[in-house]
């Protein structure tokens, strides 16, 4: 029997694992973003001195390791595994900053959910007694994705306004059972949720409906409610998505209007930088949790924290052959010690 | 189909209209004017080039092989400049359905892929976005021909 569950699909930890440090490494348009300070790196050129993006990808998430673990005074060697995941065919940009790494090594495909993911399994590693230490990290590609799932980047057409705009960065969290930092204390690993959006250039619509259920399972599983949160963040919903998991979630009886923001809208200003319905991709809620929130919940701005990453699980074939969208979301509740 | 499959179809088209209020609408006007613009400008750009190769004495056979090659050339020098795409971004059809937009589908393309070599990369791959065009263009054209072959037999 199972002794750390709780509800249906939440887990709750004996001995919560702590994020000890994290990094975070991004391009040159989310360094021009309202959330510029708070990364660690910011890259002058989008190939990262590589000779494809696909190796520039490779490399953010690399340094992305190196860099949370030195912040985290540990050695590479440290890390008992590393949870990792990234957009492109086969995993290629983490299997090959694995391939350097050589950390202990699972690879992961959530799509852009893959951050909660890798921070839920690297937890539950950590608070089973098989790992003391665990890196979790995931990476995304403007240029890289938009050659696998969308068109050559010097095609003359229009982008759809309900589109988003993936995020060039990647981002990586330390995790360990020593006694410091903000800490997990609960995940809710949701469930594949399709509604039968078809539409690649709406994927926020698509996403909001698995959103919406794992929150809401989260809320009946813990008891906790919006008002137990001071920020519950989604990963890449963007505009149009976000509007909706309000509404979704209002329909089923709980509020989450104050305390409720989007990743992908906190990492550009979509009026000023051209990027329609907001950012994208498994590097979206990576840096952003790795930059801006991590760094606000070491300062105790925020001391408890619902970080629901949301994944499209879409491939091209899948939408060539006429398919809908199926989607994805994991919630994993972070709290500072003190509270 | 069993209730439950029905259920949930009726569940998926509610949401898939719910969704479509949601989205924004692009301002037709002003992409249309946009269109128009630059579509003209590309056009009188050709008449100009078409009424200077004319003014030099080519025949008229040569002048229509002449305007297209130069008004490709152009098209694909800008593709490769990184301009073409931003003015595809404001004038959409504008650009794309002159001749240069169809030179642009192709440079890109074989720019994109270059990293994976000359064989699977450029020659694979430049005809990605153009291929339909091709197959679909030339088989009506096809179609079109038998077509007028038998009304004026």
Known sequence: MATKRMGKQTVKFEKPPSIIGTSSVVGLKEGEGPLREYFDTILTDDLYGEKSWELAESKMLREAVKTAVQKSDFNITDMNYMFSGDLLNQL???????????????????????????????????????????????????????RQYRFPLELGNQRALSAQWTVTGAGAAILSNINTGPKITHITTGKVIDLGIKDVNNMGAAMAPAAMDTIVTHFQDTGFSADSYDLIVTGDLGAIGKEILEELVLDKGYNLNNVYNDCGLLIFDNNVQDTHAGGSGCGCSATVFCGYIYKKLMEKTYNKVLLVSTGALLSTTSAQQGQSIPSIAHAITIINDTV | MDNKKLKNLKKQQEYTSYVNQKIPKPNYLKNCIWAFVVGGLICVLGQYINNFLEDKGLSKNEIATATPVILIFLGSFFTGLGVYDKLGKLAGAGSIVPITGYANSIVSPAMEFKREGYIFGVGAKMFILAGPVLVYGIGSSVVIGLIYYFLVL
């Open chain 1, 92 to 146: 290629m940009s983490t299997s090959f900053a694995a391939r350097d790494l050589k950390i202990p090594f699972f690879g992961l495909y959530g799509a852009c959910s893959t951050m909660a993911e890798a921070l839920s399994l690297g937890a539950m590693s950590i608070d089973g007694g098989y790992a003391d230490n665990v890196v979790a990290v995931t990476s995304s590609h403007f240029c890289s994705a938009e």
